[in-house]
């Protein structure tokens, strides 16, 4: 089992920018890929962005492209979403989600409310 633990969401003004923090209760290395998803109200679940394998590539969804970075820290077993130049049509519940590799199987964050509102 492993457990993934959120952190980072709030309230911030159109043009500002928080950092989502993903923990993992496993050695990052035994999980690919990891990232974040977002579900706005009445919308489908979105994937945001994702590391993809173990050289680090990555994939944004178009919406985002240029203003969230994600990244990992392999000592701390934690990744993190970066997101500036924030829009109100970015707020929604964003989770962290990662694949054991191992066992095939997803694992998900409780998820974190985040809303770009003036």
């Known amino acids: 089992q492993v457990q993934l633990v959120e952190s980072g969401g709030g309230l911030v003004q159109p043009g500002g920018s928080l950092r989502l923090s993903c923990t993992s209760s496993l050695n990052i290395f035994s999980l690919y890929p990891m990232g974040w998803y977002r579900q706005a109200p009445g919308k489908q679940r979105e994937l945001v962005a994702r590391i993809t394998n173990s050289v680090d590539g990555t994939n944004y969804a178009d919406s985002v492209k240029g203003r969230f970075t994600i990244s990992k820290d392999n000592a701390q077993n934690m990744f993190y979403l970066q997101m500036n130049s924030l829009k109100p049509e970015d707020t929604a519940v964003y989770y962290c989600?990662?694949?054991?590799?191992?066992?095939?199987?997803?694992?998900w964050g409780q998820g974190t409310q985040v809303t770009v509102s003036s």
């Open positions: 989600y990662a694949k054991r590799v191992a066992s095939d199987t997803t694992y």
